[in-house]
């Protein structure tokens, strides 16, 4: 088996987690920008992160054969205040252009507040001005469909932005169709507790079609496993999903998406 993880905090996680992450047949981990574990009060807290994101772990995975790559913003949860959102956001051009920098992300909202609605509008300004792929963080539970219409809403209302360059994370039952009408791709996670299930978004493709959807694992702080997706490959081929079709969700479909990015280029293969 082959796959993608498209969406893991690995600064979160074990070295053991890469070895099996690789072990299963891994063959690129993408490590959005987000919470730390704790609320970080200063930019230069951000600074040092964005620096571990560019630099430190992309060498610690690459003492596993797995390349890494990341996005880089300051994350919904902690963007409540608007100020030090504007400094943390100053500084993201300086690291735009590293090797392993696919774009900004994983921007979004977290409680929908005027605030994070304000920092959202910076985000999606920085992305255009720098011609940047984006990775969105959709709120969770009651307000994650309020939360998206919001998101889309705004993305749209930016002229600049294709809506083929946005991925929209963490999709639903109740979410997934407004994304792709809207011409975005959309992320499923697979979380043990909240979020979708394996079975769930086994559902989800089934209902909706495997095309511009992708399974990640978003492992993080919390509760989360970081073998997800090659787990949910394995209900999938239980639930009749031949290795074709679901290698074109697992690996094919995020190659798609990220190659946006020049970026993004494999070791030894390429899209098929």
């Not at 990640?216 to 009749?240: F, H, I, K, Q, Y």
Request: hydrophobic content about 40%; proline content about 6%; aromatic content about 8%.
């Amino acid at each position: 088996m082959r796959y993608i993880e498209p969406h893991g905090h690995m600064v979160s996680r074990v070295t053991d987690d890469y070895q099996d992450m690789v072990t299963a047949g891994c063959a690129a981990v993408c490590e959005p920008a987000f919470w730390a574990g704790y609320d970080r009060r200063t930019a230069s807290g951000f600074e040092d992160y964005f620096r571990q994101l560019t630099d430190s772990e992309p060498k610690r995975a690459a003492r596993y054969g797995l390349p890494h790559f990341c996005w880089l913003c300051i994350n919904p949860k902690e963007s409540e205040d608007v100020g030090l959102a504007r400094d943390v956001i100053s500084l993201i051009p300086q690291f735009i252009d590293g090797p392993n920098v696919l774009g900004i992300g994983e921007i979004g909202l977290n409680k929908n507040s005027r605030n994070e609605v304000t920092v959202l509008e910076m985000h999606i300004d920085l992305a255009a001005r720098h011609d940047q792929l984006i990775l969105v963080h959709t709120p969770h539970l009651e307000d994650k469909f309020k939360g998206t219409r919001l998101i889309l809403d705004l993305i749209q209302a930016d002229g600049r932005i294709r809506p083929e360059r946005v991925l929209i994370d963490h999709v639903e039952e109740h979410t997934a169709r407004m994304v792709l009408e809207r011409g975005h791709w959309g992320g499923m996670t697979l979380y043990p507790i909240s979020k979708c299930t394996p079975a769930r978004a086994i559902d989800i493709l089934d209902l909706y079609g495997s095309d511009r959807l992708w399974l990640n694992s978003a492992c993080d702080w919390g509760e989360s496993v970081p073998l997800a997706v090659p787990r949910t490959a394995l209900e999938m081929r239980r639930r009749g999903w031949s290795p074709s079709a679901i290698d074109r969700v697992i690996y094919q479909n995020p190659i798609r998406f990220l190659s946006q990015c020049p970026k993004f280029k494999l070791p030894s293969e390429s899209v098929t």
